[in-house]
Each structure stands twice: as structure tokens, then as C-alpha cells.
């Protein structure tokens, strides 16, 4: 079972829109979550973390942790034609004793202008 | 500060030989994992380096291994080279294992195996 599951998209919102971007894990032992934004061509960049239940924010980002769910989200606000990217949702399944980061293959998020 | 940086950036190999990447990460990072990204599998982990020591490994065959030498600097090795090994290979650095919020990824390297 894939322990990382992202929806592949392509998500396409209108500028100014919210964009939402959904992750669900396998692994209830997880205590680290991660968001990464890739742009074509380029490697990933850490635009968000979250370790504990509830919502954190980020200037227009807002990750979203529910570990009783297993779910964790993020929701761009005022897209923006820059948004435009693939984004990754990572976690740690090893519960901070084993770190390594185990990937979604990704949403790719387009906002039109 | 430098980024981390990856050498070379392309490559292109053939079948049943080897290659050598390369990882110089962030002055004062001593921490390097180092991924797989394919456009089937996403990003892997393959293993991660501290204090020379490889800390972790993915769930890759043994045609993959790696080393850290003193100066953090990390290499990886992949030998009898397969098409399913094309990829962009990157590495990322961070101070200490386990500060996700702090590794900071490299370029990657294209590697193309015909």
C-alpha cells in the first residue's frame, strides 16, 4: 500500500481562487508532515511543515493536520499565475526515530490568469 | 551562503556501465540524503549520510550505494547501469538528521541511461 497518496491533477483554479490540495498517509506512527512546490525543471523547495493537529499559516498558505483522519492539506489563497507548480506532500513514517521523507507523487496545481 | 550543489548535472550513460554523482552540501550542513525522481515513481528516498555513516537506506537494490567523506561532501555509486535507473537523482542537505524543516534540496542531476 502506497503510504503517501496525492490526487495527480491537474488542479486548475482561477486567479485569486483557493486552491486545495489534499494528501491522506498509511502510517498512523507519522508525526512529521511537509509541503514542497516544484516548478518544471527544478528540484523541490519546503514551503510548509506541520507536527501537530489543527491549522497553521503561512502567509497565503494554510497547512491542515488531522492525524485521526490521516489527512493533511494545504490551501493557497489568492492564487497566483506563480503557483502554478507541482506540489508534493512529504511526511517522515518513521515517527522522528528513522528519519527519511517518503513523497506523494504530487499535485500539479495550474492558476489562470 | 552556497546552496547545495550537484555534479555533474547531465549525464548520459549506457547499459551495464557505472556513474558517480556527486553532492557538496551547505557549508556547515552535515547531514545528505539523497532521492530518486521518476515520473512513475515520484521521489524516493535512497538513502542519507551523517558523520560518514549512512544513517538510512531506501528500498533499493544493492547496485546503489553511497559514501560521505570528511567535509560532508556525499557521492553516490550506481553500477551495472539500467534503463529504469534514468532519472533526475537529487540530493538534499540539512545540519542535523531529521530537521526536514531545514534541508534545503540541490539542482539534481539528469541522468539519461540508453
Known amino acids: 500500500q502506497k503510504e503517501v497518496e496525492q490526487n495527480s491533477g491537474p488542479l486548475s483554479v482561477p486567479e485569486g481562487a483557493i486552491a486545495s490540495l489534499n494528501c491522506t498517509y498509511s502510517?498512523?506512527?507519522?508525526?512529521?508532515f511537509f509541503w514542497y512546490r516544484q516548478y518544471s525543471g527544478k528540484s523541490p523547495e519546503l514551503i510548509m511543515s506541520?507536527?501537530?493537529?489543527g491549522d497553521k499559516e503561512d502567509g497565503r498558505f494554510t497547512a491542515q493536520l488531522n492525524k485521526a483522519s490521516q489527512y493533511v492539506s494545504l490551501l493557497i489563497r489568492d492564487s497566483q499565475p506563480s503557483d502554478s507548480a507541482t506540489y508534493l506532500c512529504?511526511?517522515?513514517?518513521?515517527?522522528?526515530?528513522?528519519?527519511?521523507?517518503?513523497f506523494g507523487k504530487g499535485t500539479l496545481l495550474t492558476v489562470n490568469p | 551562503k552556497a546552496g547545495v550543489t550537484q555534479t555533474p548535472r547531465y549525464l548520459i550513460k549506457t547499459r551495464g556501465q557505472q556513474v558517480t554523482l556527486s553532492c557538496s552540501p551547505i557549508?556547515?550542513?552535515?547531514?545528505v540524503s539523497w532521492y530518486q525522481q521518476t515520473p512513475g515513481q515520484g521521489l524516493q528516498f535512497l538513502f542519507e549520510?551523517?558523520?560518514?555513516?549512512?544513517?538510512n537506506k531506501g528500498n533499493f537494490p544493492g547496485r546503489f550505494s553511497g559514501r560521505q567523506f570528511s567535509n560532508s561532501r556525499s557521492e553516490m555509486n550506481v553500477s551495472t547501469l539500467e534503463l529504469g535507473d534514468s532519472a533526475l537523482y537529487l540530493c538534499a542537505s540539512s545540519p542535523l538528521p531529521g530537521l526536514g524543516d531545514e534541508q534545503y534540496f540541490g539542482p539534481g542531476t539528469r541522468l539519461t541511461v540508453t
Open positions: 506541520i507536527y501537530s493537529n
Open positions: 512529504a511526511l517522515d513514517p518513521s515517527g522522528g526515530s528513522n528519519y527519511k521523507l517518503t
Open positions: 502510517d498512523r506512527v507519522s508525526q512529521s
Open positions: 549520510y551523517f558523520s560518514e555513516t549512512q544513517r
Open positions: 557549508s556547515g550542513h552535515r547531514s
